[in-house]
């Protein structure tokens, strides 16, 4: 692990509409000193950056539903995870969306401590989205088109990370139901923070 990273890094992996920025929003509720990364929102974020040299790179892809290339996505998290040394934890969701991100997330940063996944059925994902786009909450999920080359990138791309770890990092693996009520999946979450939940 590189040395000016100190924190437990958890990977928080699923599905769109899965829930990853619910659940991480409910543990930084309960533990207010762990920090949360969205790598969308980070990159989202960078492409407002006038001063970013990748914000014309990463408005084509987003805005066309494609995942940034390893090398930018991965620059971008170091700098914000290395922003926060003082974090006892730094949640990462929406991350790895690719085998190849994962392995230049290990040789440039290391391994995580483990990765969460939120297996949650496609059919409820789409009714997630689809609820999300008609509170205009966010504008990717708005367009069905874009759902849909979410949903094809997803498969592609991202659905083979968990595969990976079932198979090759299985000891770092975490699956969780998510299909359930915010609360009920939360509770399966506290046991893999069980020093901390301890001392609430």
Known sequence: RDPTMPQ?????????????GTQSAE???????FVHFSVGD????????????????ITSLIDNGRIVPSDIA??????AIASRPDAPVVLVDGFPRAIEQYTSFQKIIGEPDFMIFLNVPDSELMRRLTERGKSGERADDQDPTIIQRRF???YELTYPVLEFFRKERSSLLREIDGHRPIPAVLESLLPLFAERSERM
């Open 27 to 33: 543990l930084l509720a309960l533990f207010p000193d």
């Open 74 to 79: 991965i620059q971008v998290l170091q700098r």
């Open 152 to 154: 094809s990138q997803y």
């Open 8 to 20: 437990r890094i958890v990977f928080l992996l699923g599905g769109p509409g899965a829930g990853k």
């Open 42 to 57: 980070l990159l989202r974020a960078e492409r407002q950056d006038p001063s970013s040299p990748f914000a014309a790179t």
